[in-house]
């Protein structure tokens, strides 16, 4: 039963806002995703199931359907899987079903799902023509599945969903097609042999159709209402409930073949299969037979079921003969015997058969059974040396190795014995030391090698080269080492040793990195991987390593869990995780989500503080200087020092640039903005704020290449350009400079004479002119802070302290009015500790590759 107490699950890149539905698996979540859309995230909790390992199987089987829900529209696309094994449930997130009364007009506080459950409760009975509509696409739907050997188990009324208007099988509960059987689904839905085959599948679509056409319960079947429907309408009516009939039969042996014949029969096509003339029968009937119908056929199958019975017991339908003889066969975990085999499996269900035979590669044999002539399988087993699943296996040396998860492992740790002919064939000088191994009460003592980590991996190494070389390993297969814990005084620190063994009593090893050990076998398995994208043409990444664009095929990937990163300007960065399997392919699809983000080379109007950033280059430059606000947000998220203001400013002050900050105090601010706008998915992981550095500031304010590498070798040595121009004095209102109103009301010094800018103190950043570039007050209002030292420490020589460093501001200020201070060229070195109400900064953003 599921827990009253559980909180929302805490689902990656979502936000989990309420329950719009429930089952006795788990719950389907309301939630949105970082990019601002509405997701439904089916989560299913360990503690509901019984035992772990339906869990672990309905996990399994959920990766496996995830890759191919994207290519049927009968299918709700699945767009992530995932799990919490600390709290203890998987989930899936898929595209949020229509609302009922809105369509894709999606309110998230109102929303209720469009479901075929929901529809039937408002409107009775739905019109024939609608469910052959609605019936012929899931039907369609399932035969996808079962031609991927998956089923659905709980075809139903709550759990088929509207998209964009299209019916859709949802909430799967699917399980790989190989003979599990596991029961769930819902009374009256549930084929009378139970859930777990194509054909309780196509009973369960037929079930749901009778009740949305006739408004009856499931459990009235065959009863019909009478019809009201005349003409076209009154001919969809017979052909669906003909094809109800059919799919609805007691014995699966009475239904469609399969679920395309369903949708076939639907839709009025002929059948390619031998049920045409029984089909072109039932549909010459009239609507008042249909009843006298349903009730033979339940009656006919009764009897054609036991001819089948007394048929089943003496005829085989499946024969298994292999060269040499003795194979064991499997399905599963089930050993069926051993060949020459005689098998008598389910019609419609496919299994996959393991044959092993020690000294011999395995073979698979994947079959489904049909009613027609037996099949016969015979088969020349290939001998090989090298490890087979489930088999214990010998090495070159004459070691036993056991089957276990992920491979074999050697039955006892690694004796001396086997350890010296690695000795004797590297010239390896041994340091270490051999320990009596008692085996058991009747069995001859072991001794055991003790030695340091790195004879251990050059012993794995040697043997695996060894091994590799007289073909009982592959070039995939490889050994591990895994320690083997023991104490001397007789018992065994680990649950590997059973009863009765111990070692001599004796002094412990001084040195920790001493132990005896195991080996390992492992084999390296490939899968392949397509990456789909929506749109195409996205970049991948995988370890920082470009890999080509969407849609990508990797035909040869290492098995196990993969990660890749999709980027692509104007979208939010995507990160794709996957489970790669032996022989298969993982197909990932992920649905870009554009973004109001930055896209390099491209003018940025608001970044979350509502900054403008225009294009300079291989950086994005901001339009104007930090703002006061701007600033006192990251002192109110990380409880910096708050800045100094100009005296008279205070009223509106927010909207003018910070000032009174040190050169460390802006630089805190942009790795503060930086972390704040990667975890908003408006930056890519690598890009970051900073200063500008002293030539992107000369770029930005116009100035042709200078000579010289330092800020002091530059300093004014391009005469005659200013931020505004070639004039001199500025003509009016170019900048906030000293002017006339500043040298009354803030009683400046020195004034530009004759200059007048409307600003006796602080100017609001957005007030100012901007350059051709779209860039203000890089003329005046505050100097800034860049990222350049303002000269290169010479080498310090023995015992010369060290010299002090020092800082570079550009640009002029709002107490500016020298003619060489006002000089684009210009620099003003400044301990980077100074805090001055002259001082401020400015941020780039730069693109992380």
Known sequence: MQSKSRTAPDIRDHETLRIIGQGAFGEVWLARSVTGVLRAVKVVWREDYDRPDSFEREFEAIKRFEPISRRHEALVPILQVGRNDQEGFYYYVMELADDLERGRDIQAESYTPHTLGLQMKREKCIPAGQCIKLGTTIAEGLDYLHRNQLIHRDVKPSNLIFIDGICRLADIGLVALLGQRSFVGTEGFVAPEGPGTAASDIFSLGMVLYEASTGKDRLDFPDLPSCTETGASLEDWRRLQDVVCTACAPKAKGRFINAREMALALRGEPLP????????????????????????????????????????????????????????????????????????????????????????????IDHIALDEKPAVFELKLEPSKLPQKGERWVNSLGMVFKPGP??????????????????EATGRSFEGKVVRFQRG????????????????????????????????????????????????????????????????????????????????VERQTYGSVIVHSQPEKVRVFQHEQFLGETPLELPRVRTG????????????????????????????????????AVTFGRQWKANSLGMNLVPLG?????????????????????????????????????????????????????????????NAGLIGAKDLYRLPTDEEWSRAVGLPLERGTTPEERNGRIRGIYPWGFEWPPPADVDNLADINGARKASLDNAIPGYEDKFPFLAPVTALPPNDRGITGLGGNVSEWVETDYTTAPPAKPDAPVPHTLGTTRGGNWRSSSQDELLASARTPVPPETRRNTIGFRVVLAHGK
């Not at 056929?297 to 298994?320: D, E, F, G, Y």
């Not at 085999?341 to 000294?359: H, M, T």
């Not at 992920?406 to 000795?423: D, N, Q, T, W």
């Not at 009747?442 to 012993?459: I, T, W």
């Open 273 to 364: 299969s031998s049920r045409r003339l029984m089909w072109t029968w039932i549909a010459a009937g009239s609507v008042a037979l249909l009843l006298a119908v349903g009730f033979g056929m339940w009656l006919a199958q009764s009897r054609r079921a036991q001819t089948l019975v007394a048929m089943n017991n003496t005829v085989p339908r499946l024969k298994i003969v292999t060269s040499p003889p003795g194979a064991v066969v499997f399905a599963g975990e089930d050993q069926l015997g051993e060949t020459p085999l005689e098998l008598n499996p389910a019609e419609g269900v496919p299994v996959i058969y393991q044959l092993r035979l020690p000294g011999y590669k395995q073979v698979e």
């Open 441 to 520: 009460k009747d069995q001859e003592s072991a001794y055991l090698v003790v030695v340091p980590d790195g004879d251990a991996e050059a012993f794995r190494y040697w043997l695996t080269d060894r091994d590799r070389s007289v073909a009982y390993l592959s070039q995939e297969h490889r050994y591990e080492v895994e320690p083997f814990y023991f104490v001397e005084s007789g018992q065994s620190a680990t649950d590997d040793m059973p009863d009765g063994r111990d070692t001599d009593k004796g002094e412990q090893s001084d040195d920790k990195n001493w132990r005896a050990f195991h080996l390992r």
């Open 406 to 423: 992920g491979g074999h492992i050697s039955a006892e740790p690694v004796e001396m014995k086997f350890f010296r002919r690695f000795l």
């Open 618 to 678: 291989d950086v994005m430059f901001s339009a104007w200087e930090t703002r006061h606000r701007d600033f006192m947000e990251f002192c109110k998220a990380t409880q910096a020092r708050r800045p100094g203001r100009v005296d008279g400013t205070n009223k509106g002050g927010g909207t003018q640039p910070v000032v009174g900050v040190d050169r460390e105090e802006a630089r805190a601010f942009c790795a503060w903005l930086t972390e704040r706008e990667r």
């Open 561 to 596: 869990p993969v990660e890749f990163e999709l980027r692509e300007e104007g979208f939010a960065d995507v990160v794709l995780e996957g489970e790669v399997r032996e022989g298969e392919q993982a197909e990932l699809f992920a649905d870009m989500q554009t973004r109001k």
